[in-house]
């Protein structure tokens, strides 16, 4: 038997197993490969898990989950708590009974994430991502970056050498770094319709262990005495429907095309490169899915605290280099590029910007480390922003704050039904809706012959009537299992987008109240 640490939604076709995050399956067979293995559920269902999804149950873990931590771990980071314990403990009293009537609170550890007090099944605030240190950021966009709590957060891996511009995260195998006591990992990162957790830290404990890693307050903003440049001012106007930003006068957009397989290390290690070109400068330049993980992650903690920041498609370490995942892939980044062109912020930021922009090698590198070193990330990057309308009251603010929450919620229980019955319906249609219409054709053709036996002359018509009767019905078979990927596949997809955007809101609401 195997207890399953982390929720993992099956794709439609590939004879997977959705399982819940404490559940406990029955392995069948572990010799796979690939990273996964064969399990069967408490229903009787049997499919594919990825194997670092579960934890073989031992004779030593039946009484509680191994999280790959030792006691002299939990004294270290114990013993690099204390020191600010007695500085968050007055704080932490004063917030406590707030925190914990909030449900949109990811920092509530008693409840995190759950919609109400009652028996909530889903945890919209999903597990944060494990964090990779870098080697020359400043501790405050590590601070930053560990205090947001967004279900799609990508914490890392950075890479050991800032400097290292072939240094490979498409490769199966992500270090964790050492100094946090806990071991390698290799995470079985497939990409799937719901799979906006699927880079899983080794090992979960509480977010208040680490000094940084709790609520994300305003004190730092009120007390820095930090000034924003001019031109990283973020201008707030009254439009017609409310607040908005301001737009640019000129838009752009960004293709996403011609991926490349290229090689390192005489080919030891591989990965896919992607042509990006934007339309206002027809200039081209070449990414890998490190680059993106790199991008999204300076934009989660740049603006991550007052805009939601969709997540990438996942990684996957099975069939990377396969023509149709690298299609999926393409797509989607396509998608994600495509919304991030057209936010007024985003777009013009100076990290998205050089990105898009770099002329060569040594101009990246340089951008890359300056985009690091920003100190206006996090909560600070309020300060940047200047409203035009008055000051709002406290009750109005809450009052919003609050009609924001209900909509959002709601909004995500519904994009997540849909996903659901999207997914159900897309295996009917590609496994036994089309095996009943094969059945039938073959079974009218088997009719036909049976009367083309008979010898009667004056049955020909009937006979190639109920041919092709029964021809047409496994056209139809297939026309069914095609059908999906022409329609529901461009909603599920949307809506897989939506869900990462929702999952932001609760912290950015967290934020603003």
């Not at 114990?78 to 403990?89: E, K």
């Not at 280099?321 to 985003?346: D, N, S, Y």
């Not at 070193?373 to 406290?394: Q, R």
């Not at 919003?400 to 959002?408: I, L, N, P, S």
Request: aromatic share 10%; with cysteine.
């Amino acid at each position: 038997q195997a207890r399953v640490m982390y929720d993992f939604a099956a794709e439609p076709g590939n004879n997977e197993l959705t399982v819940s995050e404490g559940e406990i399956i029955t392995i069948t067979n572990p010799d796979v490969g690939g990273g996964w293995l064969e399990g069967k559920n408490s229903q009787g269902e049997r499919g594919l898990v990825p194997t670092d999804y579960v934890e073989i149950i031992t004779e030593g873990t039946k009484d509680g989950i191994s999280c790959g931590n030792s006691l002299a771990d939990q004294a270290f980071f114990d013993s690099l708590s204390s020191n600010t314990a007695q500085t968050n403990s007055a704080a932490k009293s004063s917030n406590q009974a707030s925190i914990a009537n909030d449900p949109w609170s990811s920092w509530n550890v008693g409840k995190s994430g759950n919609w109400d007090n009652g028996n909530a099944v889903d945890s919209w605030a999903m597990k944060p991502d494990s964090a990779a240190g870098q080697r020359n950021s400043a501790s405050n966009n590590w601070e930053a970056a560990a205090a947001f709590g967004h279900p799609q957060a990508y914490q890392g891996p950075a890479a050991a050498d800032d400097d290292d511009w072939d240094d490979d995260w498409d490769d199966p195998k992500s270090t964790s770094p050492s100094y946090l006591g806990y071991k390698e990992t290799e995470a079985s990162e497939a990409g799937g319709v719901q799979r906006g957790n699927s880079r899983a830290a080794a090992m979960k404990l509480p977010l208040n262990k680490f000094p940084g890693f709790a609520k994300p307050g305003m004190e730092q903003y009120l007390l820095a005495k930090q000034l924003p440049k001019p031109k990283e001012k973020i201008p707030i106007i009254i439009g017609d429907y409310g607040p908005m930003w301001v737009y640019p006068t000129s838009t752009f957009d960004c293709v996403v095309a011609d991926p490349k397989k290229g090689s390192k290390m005489y080919g030891l290690k591989s990965y896919i490169e992607y042509q990006l070109t934007c339309t206002n400068t027809n200039r081209s330049v070449n990414h890998r899915y490190k680059h993106f993980d790199w991008l999204y992650e300076r934009l989660l903690v740049k603006f991550g605290l007052a805009i939601p920041i969709p997540s990438l498609p996942d990684k996957q370490v099975t069939g990377r280099f396969e023509e149709e995942f690298i299609k999926m892939r393409m797509e989607r980044l396509q998608a994600w590029m495509t919304r991030m062109c057209r936010h007024p912020v985003v777009s013009e930021s100076e990290v998205f910007q050089q990105f898009l922009n770099f002329r060569d090698e040594k101009e990246w590198k340089t951008g890359k480390r300056k985009a690091e070193k920003d100190e206006t990330v996090g909560v600070m990057i309020f300060s940047t922003m200047e409203p035009e309308a008055p000051d709002l009251d406290m009750v109005e603010i809450e009052q919003k704050c609050d009609a924001v929450g209900r909509f959002t919620k709601a909004m995500d229980d519904g994009v997540k039904e849909l996903l659901t019955v999207g997914q159900e319906h897309w295996k009917r249609c590609t496994g036994p809706l089309p095996k009943e219409y094969q059945k039938i054709g073959k079974a009218l053709q088997s009719l036909a012959l049976v009367f083309s036996t008979s010898g009667y002359q004056g049955e020909s018509d009937l006979n190639g009537a109920i041919t092709e009767a029964g021809k047409t019905y496994e056209e139809i078979a297939s026309l069914v299992a095609d059908q999906p990927k022409k329609d529901l596949h461009f909603l599920m997809e949307t809506n897989h987008e939506y869900k990462g955007f929702l999952g932001c809101f609760p912290d950015i609401i967290a934020a603003h109240k």
